[in-house]
């Protein structure tokens, strides 16, 4: 079946550690992002891809870093510069970075930093 | 200031009730896109609906019916007869400047009781 894979679901680190968090699609889609979600908020756009090789700051990206080698695959890195780490991460895929296109998301890691 | 506002943080109904999520958006584009999308306990966003700016009108979808108003700038989503498996946080989202970078309201969260 097509669609968007995050591993693992619950994801425990130490303060000071760089923790990288998977995402994988199959659904050939073209663009890829990352949100980050808080407790009671919207998500908010960390970065995103609209083409291998290539990537793109959204509107939290200081502490976090992406590579986009291949179409299928968008890990995202969380590092100790991040403040505020412990979240719920969620990435998405379109089938291009359009505005009409909907965004299909993967079941999201939880990640708790202490 | 907010694109999107989804002023409900929370609503309780019981079973049959039928309830209103309100969404207010802001754009100057005139042509941009909305979404509805519903995030189960389980984490994972899943897309409801897509509506252009040049299309007013008004879909239903089973018990689900969305009233899109240029004029108020309102993107309303109504559960007929909602059921307990309707209860979710449901996401408005608004798509502009041709590029896929999507604006998410904070969420309502939904509860129905049996």
């Known amino acids: 079946d097509g669609g968007i894979t995050q591993s693992p679901k619950y994801l425990f680190r130490k303060e000071g550690q760089n923790v990288t968090l998977s995402c994988e699609q199959n659904?050939?889609?073209?663009?890829m992002y990352w949100y980050r979600q808080d407790p009671g908020q919207g998500l908010r756009l960390i970065y995103y891809?609209?083409?291998?090789?290539?990537?793109q700051k959204g509107d939290i990206a200081e502490g976090y870093s992406v590579s986009r080698e291949k179409k299928e695959s968008f890990p995202l890195t969380v590092t100790s510069a991040q403040k505020n780490p412990t979240a719920f991460y969620l990435c998405?895929?379109?089938?291009?970075?359009?505005?009409?296109?909907?965004?299909?998301f993967g079941p999201g890691t939880r990640l708790t930093v202490t | 200031a907010q694109k999107v506002t989804q002023a409900q943080t929370e609503i309780s109904v019981v079973e049959k009730e039928d309830v209103t999520l309100d969404c207010v958006y802001e754009?100057?584009?005139?042509?941009?896109?909305l979404f509805w999308y519903k995030q189960p306990p389980s984490g994972e966003l899943v897309f409801l609906i897509r509506?252009?700016?040049?299309?007013?009108q008004n879909e239903i979808s089973g018990r689900y019916s969305w009233n899109f108003q240029k004029s108020t700038s309102s993107f309303n989503f109504t559960i007929t007869a909602s059921q307990v498996v309707d209860s979710a946080v449901y996401f408005c989202?608004?798509?502009?400047?041709?590029?896929?970078?999507?604006?998410f309201g904070s969420g309502t969260k939904l509860n129905v009781k049996p």
């Open positions: 998405a895929s379109s089938i291009g970075s359009g505005s009409s296109y909907e965004q299909y």
């Open positions: 659904l050939n889609h073209d663009a």
């Open positions: 891809s609209q083409i291998v090789n290539d990537f």
């Open positions: 754009t100057r584009d005139t042509t941009y896109y």
């Open positions: 509506r252009n700016s040049f299309d007013e």
């Open positions: 989202a608004l798509s502009e400047n041709n590029f896929n970078k999507f604006y």
